[in-house]
């Protein structure tokens, strides 16, 4: 029987593995203090149980989601046909000296090894703390549009 939707268990999947390992971008959606939507890219990196995520800590998204940490995160592909990982959590926000170590693990993938540590090593030298994102799926989706079709146009 196969995992229905909001169950965690879909992280296993194959093609949710993939997605966790991408180098697009995922987008985080907030709610803003004024109470409208916002959604931004972001890079993650998953560590088998949660989404961390890093960002300096003067970005704007803090203040949201310190008065509202319920967020929504979607990782796609850019192929046909398209690969979407939807998650539904709480964010968790943790100040830390330095750069975040999985923001580090995140530009390495990103960007490759060497790439990645120029861009961390200029980093550190920008900002001398960051904020460290944490977000436990509470719920998680997945479309593959071959077996997995949004609710819409399912059978």
Same mark, same amino acid.
């Given at each position: @029987?196969?995992?229905?939707?909001?169950?965690?268990? %879909? %992280?296993?999947?194959?093609?949710?593995?993939? +997605?966790?390992?991408?180098?697009?971008? /995922?987008?985080? #959606?907030?709610?803003?203090?004024?109470?409208?939507?916002?959604?931004?890219?972001?890079? !993650?990196?998953?560590?088998?149980?949660?989404?961390? @995520?890093?960002?300096?800590?003067?970005?704007?998204?803090?203040? =949201? +989601?310190?008065?509202?940490?319920?967020? =929504?995160?979607?990782?796609?592909?850019?192929?046909?046909?398209?690969?979407?990982?939807?998650?539904?959590?709480? =964010?968790?926000?943790?100040?830390?000296?330095?750069?975040?170590?999985?923001? #580090?693990? /995140?530009?390495?993938?990103? !960007?490759?090894?060497?790439?990645?540590?120029?861009?961390?090593?200029?980093?550190?030298?920008?900002?001398?703390? @960051?904020?460290?994102?944490?977000?436990?799926?509470?719920?998680?989706?997945?479309?593959? !549009?071959?077996?997995? !079709?949004?609710? /819409?146009?399912?059978?």
């Amino acid at each position: @029987m196969p995992v229905k939707q909001g169950d965690l268990g %879909l %992280l296993r999947h194959p093609a949710s593995a993939e +997605l966790l390992q991408s180098k697009i971008p /995922a987008r985080l #959606a907030y709610v803003w203090t004024d109470g409208t939507p916002r959604v931004v890219p972001i890079w !993650f990196h998953w560590n088998g149980r949660e989404f961390v @995520m890093g960002t300096p800590p003067k970005a704007p998204k803090l203040k =949201a +989601l310190a008065k509202n940490p319920k967020v =929504a995160l979607t990782i796609d592909d850019n192929n046909f046909p398209h690969k979407v990982l939807l998650v539904r959590g709480t =964010a968790r926000l943790e100040t830390v000296d330095g750069v975040v170590p999985e923001y #580090a693990a /995140a530009a390495e993938r990103y !960007f490759g090894r060497e790439q990645g540590q120029a861009w961390v090593n200029q980093l550190r030298a920008l900002i001398p703390q @960051m904020v460290r994102i944490t977000i436990a799926p509470e719920w998680v989706g997945l479309l593959d !549009f071959q077996t997995r !079709f949004p609710s /819409a146009i399912s059978p």
